[in-house]
Structure formats: C-alpha cells, structure tokens
C-alpha cells in the first residue's frame, strides 16, 4: 500500500477468509509508526499467497480470441509473402 494503513489489533471470527483479514501484514510490510508483533501463522504454500500460486498453476491454459485472431492474421499475411515470394521468382527467371 502506498499509504499508511492503521492496524487493528481485535480478534477474527476463526472462518474469515485471510483476504479479509483487517489486522495482517504480509512479507514486506513496514512498520511506519508505533510497534508490533509479528506471529507466523502459515508459511509456503499454505499462505494466501501460496494458495492463489498453486490455484494459477492448477488452472488449463486457454488461448485467447486476440490469440486466435494474431495467429490467424500471421498465417494470412505469411501465405501472402510466400506466395508472392514465388511469383517474383518465376517471373524473374522467365523475364
């Protein structure tokens, strides 16, 4: 966050989803003012940020329609210079 955010220290319901957690710091938080006490609560792929890599990584890849449309437009646009290509020779070597 760009600017400081001030940090509750009230207790969760134990099935709040760690996303709405109002009282976390992730790695890389500074403390800008005041103290704090950090507790290790999960750590590797059972963080929130580790479920969310493990669910992107879970996930089929699925092309997209401005995929298609690029692939699509490259094979027209090849065909055309090959073809060209081709018909430049011929008639370079008749001529």
């Known amino acids: 966050e760009p600017d400081d955010i001030?940090?509750?220290t009230k207790e969760m319901a134990v099935d709040t989803s760690p996303q709405d957690f109002n009282n976390?710091?992730?790695?890389?938080t500074?403390?800008?003012k005041g103290s704090g006490v950090g507790i290790v609560s999960r750590i590797g792929d059972h963080t929130f940020m580790g479920m969310v890599a493990l669910l992107t990584m879970n996930t089929k890849a699925e092309e997209?329609?401005?995929s298609k449309e690029i692939k699509h437009f490259i094979m027209i646009v090849s065909a055309v210079a090959m073809?060209?290509?081709?018909?430049?020779?011929?008639?370079?070597?008749f001529l």
């Open 64 to 66: 997209t329609p401005i």
């Open 6 to 8: 001030e940090m509750k």
């Open 24 to 28: 976390t710091c992730f790695f890389g």
């Open 30 to 32: 500074n403390v800008t």
């Open 83 to 93: 073809i060209l290509g081709v018909g430049f020779f011929i008639v370079g070597v």
